[in-house]
Nanobody, 119 residues
């Protein structure tokens, strides 16, 4: 069965950086994509970006482009989300999720990790 586990959340000051990791297991081939999503307090969940595991092609939402980067950890079934120049409005629960392609409603979800940006 497919399983995703996030790690790396925490409290960071504005302007700081953080790396989130998503460990993925259960897929028998590289024919899937991993997306990152976030849900700010009191708001709807939104997509942050996505990476296709087969060719490492990535997509990043315009709202975080230039500050957030998605990458695959070579040799490991893990995808990272690097967050830099963080703002208070980046505070949210961050989730990774997987499906056969990049999707707004992926089939498999991790449990989420809290990122709080505050001074």
């Amino acid at each position: 069965q497919v399983k995703l586990v996030e790690s790396g959340g925490g409290l960071v000051q504005p302007g700081g950086s953080l790396r989130l990791s998503c460990s993925v297991s259960g897929f028998t081939s590289d024919d899937y994509a991993v997306g990152w999503y976030r849900q700010p307090p009191g708001k709807a969940r939104e997509g942050v970006g996505c990476i296709f595991i087969s060719d490492n092609q990535t997509f990043i939402d315009d709202s975080v482009k230039g500050r957030f980067t998605i990458s695959r950890d070579n040799g490991k079934n893990s995808v990272s989300l690097d967050l830099s120049n963080l703002r208070t409005e980046d505070t949210a629960v961050y989730y990774c999720a997987a499906d056969r392609g990049c999707s707004l409603t992926p089939e498999w979800w991790g449990q989420g990790t809290q990122v709080t940006v505050s001074s």
